[in-house]
């Protein structure tokens, strides 16, 4: 039963195959939150709630009376409210028809639901798993009339359990949501680290380590989509925290909007962490009978580390967020004309690169940015999603034709979320662009955002993308939005209304992309904004990949790469071979470097391949057919990061199957040094009592492994097998690199 009820003592009890999430209903109806952590027996855990006047504390008025130890300001809850006496970081504020805002939520009712909740209109998890349920609470504020669920999915072999609550307005006053965040989770201590991937354009998801101090410590978005700034996830973590070992808690949020993350430590040292849309520039009105639906958290708590971390979000992800035609298939290998043309081509131009590409074993061919409108540079056109012949010099049902007769699948970039003042969509409907009235709004790549808020924009966006998918005959779309928000207004609702618009214009996005997917079920769309700037759940609930980063040079990648792991399977991540020097840094690297690193995700290539030496054509030959061969391991089994970039010599990861038979290991050095130390690494995953002889090494040059003795050349080529308990334990040392930035990729299979 992974939902345990106990009316009685008045506890709900949450379990997971090895995590339990406890909460009970106190004397005073108050919801507290008493265990979220490994599984226990099924004690009621609030006795370790401490009660004690502390002062400058104060009691709901009914108990204060006779007991002030009382006190909202610190309990653990379930949910936290603004406004009654709780002084903390608060997720949810409500404010009446007289400007006051406060709520208190006691217990009212509980209901199981045989299966995982939905939410209207929102991504959110999914199961068809039979075992997995909903358990809904009911809270009250009695004397407001207002009803708030909290929804709890358990999922119980997934080792998750996800959150998301309604708030419904039953009384007769209009009231205004001004934070309706989607969880609160308190802690009674703690002594917490907490990892965030924060950066920036072409630096995404690096990682940061933070001790929790006493105050508040948050990352959010105000820019309209989750940004590449903070992504919404994080790790909280003690301090003793390893990749390999200790206890740790994963959040991720199924949301792309504004949102804000924040914890709190507060003067007894309790922990508190809140999570949901941003409330900076948030309200939402609620009449009578309305509710609103926050987005979905995505929770796990793990002994095992970083990894048993990332091992759970990367199954939860593929299994349960990822949907439809392409979610455990192996994605194409493909080639994108970005960084080979930019904007300088022509129809006959991308036909032969479809030959080329075909020659090469490429199987999709993605024509990017630039065939539509009058764009041929990035000041004009967006908006006018109508193909340029006179550029292309044919139609798209030619060029779809013409693409596909050389043996390749069809790809198309679309920016729908924009415009540029320079489109005939501008000229004619101004009004449809994000900005206030009587205001310049701001410039960014000279474009302004399209109000997707907006019914009658989602449907202009609709029914463009979709004559051209159909003209085309294209298979997948690659989904971009190179700019953040601001001048944030729309002209489709009223002046007390404005708040709600940020939210709607995600709710936009996400009405048009499902659209696409219901009327073209095998349309793969990778997500993407200039790389990887909405990386997220939400996102990943319609685009099973997005484009990591708009950085491209291999060594980048590793930290870019690395960091997305720690939430994100390898199956989300695209990844392309470009050309070196490379176009964002300038730095030479050798091709089967750039080729480890793509490998290790959604794999393509972004170049021209008429500029290609007959070596390296023939080097693509090999990887394109290497990759379809081992992209299943690579992409949807576990993952370790084994040295991460910011080891002194090499970065190194594993991807091995469930059952331990096979791995593959890539290492890169970034950089070379006379008189190198040895670097050991040790893997893992595998069966501790079979042998293992590794099978083939990829870009293991004769002279690098004349560096090393007989016996430890004979293991390289397979000749000695070494059991998994001393793989893992005594590990293996990377032959030395023979030039900056080398690399190599080895597989170990159980014999
Ligand atoms: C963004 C994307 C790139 C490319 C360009 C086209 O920067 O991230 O991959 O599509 O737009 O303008």
């Not at 400058?56 to 949910?79: A, C, F, K």
């Not at 709190?264 to 009978?289: A, C, M, V, Y």
Request: proline share 4%; aromatic share 12%; glycine share 8%.
């Amino acid at each position: 039963m992974s939902i345990i009820i106990d009316e009685g003592k008045r506890t709900f009890t949450l379990e997971t195959r090895s995590t339990a999430y406890q909460m009970k209903v106190d004397e005073h109806g108050t919801l507290l939150h008493t265990w979220y952590g490994k599984k226990l027996s099924d004690d009621d855990l609030s006795y370790a709630v401490l009660r004690k006047d502390r002062g400058l504390s104060g009691n709901p008025h009914d108990v204060g009376l006779y007991d002030r130890t009382y006190s909202l300001d610190l309990l653990p809850q379930e949910i936290a409210c603004y406004g009654a006496g709780d002084y903390r970081i608060s997720t949810l504020r409500v404010q009446y028809e007289n400007g006051a805002s406060a709520l208190s939520l006691t217990y009212d009712s509980y209901e199981i639901l045989k299966e995982k909740y939905d939410i209207p209109d929102l991504p959110a998890s999914y199961s068809y798993d039979r075992n997995d349920k909903t358990l809904v609470v009911r809270l009250k504020d009695v004397e407001a009339d207002i009803l708030v669920e909290l929804y709890y999915g358990v999922f119980e072999e997934k080792d998750v359990i996800t959150r998301t609550m309604r708030i419904c307005n039953l009384s007769d006053q209009a009231i205004k949501l001004l934070n309706a965040g989607s969880m609160t989770l308190d802690f009674t201590g703690g002594d917490f680290d907490i990892l965030t991937f924060y950066g920036k354009w072409a630096g995404e998801r690096q990682v940061q380590r933070t001790k929790l101090q006493h105050g508040v410590f948050s990352i959010g978005s105000v820019r309209g989509a989750s940004s590449p700034h903070y992504n919404p996830s994080c790790i909280l973590c003690s301090e003793d925290t390893n990749e390999d070992r200790g206890e740790a808690y994963g959040l991720a949020f199924v949301y792309s909007g504004e949102f804000l993350l924040a914890c709190e430590k507060d003067g007894i040292d309790q922990t508190r962490l809140s999570l949901g849309i941003h409330p900076d520039n948030f309200s939402w009105e609620l009449l009578k009978d309305e509710s609103f639906m926050s987005p979905e958290v995505i929770l796990t708590y793990t002994e095992n580390g970083f990894s048993g971390i990332s091992h759970t979000f990367h199954d939860f992800i593929r299994d349960n967020i990822v949907r439809g035609a392409w979610q455990h298939t192996r994605r194409p290998v493909l080639i994108n004309n970005w960084e080979g043309t930019y904007f300088y081509f022509n129809g006959e131009k991308l036909i032969r690169f479809a030959e080329e590409a075909r020659d090469l074993g490429i199987e999709l061919f993605v024509l990017d940015d630039g065939w539509f409108g009058n764009r041929n540079d990035d000041n004009a056109g967006l908006g006018d999603w109508v193909p340029n012949e006179k550029k292309l010099g044919m139609t798209m049902e030619e060029l779809g034709l013409c693409i596909k007769s050389t043996g390749v699948s069809f790809g198309i970039w679309f920016e729908p979320e924009m415009v540029n003042e320079d489109s005939d969509l501008f000229r004619e409907h101004p009004q449809w662009a994000v900005s206030i009235p009587d205001r310049k709004p701001n410039l960014s790549r000279n474009q302004l955002v399209l109000d997707v808020s907006r019914r009658d924009v989602q449907d202009y966006l609709i029914d463009h993308i979709e004559a051209v998918l159909a003209a085309g005959d294209i298979s997948y779309l690659k989904w971009d939005f190179n700019r953040s928000l601001c001048d944030k207004f729309t002209r489709a609702l009223p002046r007390e209304r404005q708040g709600e618009m940020a939210h709607m214009f995600v709710m936009g996005t996400y009405r048009i992309l499902e659209h696409l997917i219901h009327d073209f079920p095998n349309l793969l769309i990778e997500g993407c904004s200039s790389g990887g700037g909405r990386f997220d759940c939400g996102m990943l609930y319609y685009t099973p990949q997005i484009w990591t980063s708009d950085n491209t040079d291999p060594i980048e990648r590793l930290s870019i790469q690395y960091g997305t792991s720690f939430i994100y399977p390898v199956s989300t991540m695209g990844a392309h071979v470009s050309a070196s020097p490379n176009h964002q840094t300038g730095r030479e690297t050798p091709f089967k470097t750039r080729t480890v690193i793509a490998m290790s995700g959604a794999f393509g290539y972004e170049l021209d391949p008429e500029k290609l030496s007959s070596e390296e054509k023939a080097m693509i030959r090999k990887d394109a057919e290497l990759y379809k061969e081992i992209a299943d391991t690579l992409l949807y089994e576990d993952y370790y990061r084994l040295l991460p970039p910011t080891h002194p010599e090499a970065a190194a990861w594993e991807q091995v199957t469930k059952d331990g038979r096979r791995a593959i290991v890539s290492a890169v050095w970034h950089h070379v040094r006379a008189n190198m130390a040895p670097v050991y690494i040790k893997l893992r995953g595998l069966k501790g009592f079979a042998h293992y002889r590794i099978t083939f090494t990829e870009g293991h040059s004769p002279e690098s492994l004349s560096r090393l003795t007989d016996t430890q050349q004979k293991i390289f080529k397979g000749e000695i097998h070494l059991k998994g308990d001393t793989l893992m334990n005594v590990g293996l040392f990377l032959p030395e690199p023979v030039r900056e930035f080398d690399s190599m990729m080895f597989m170990v299979e159980r014999i």
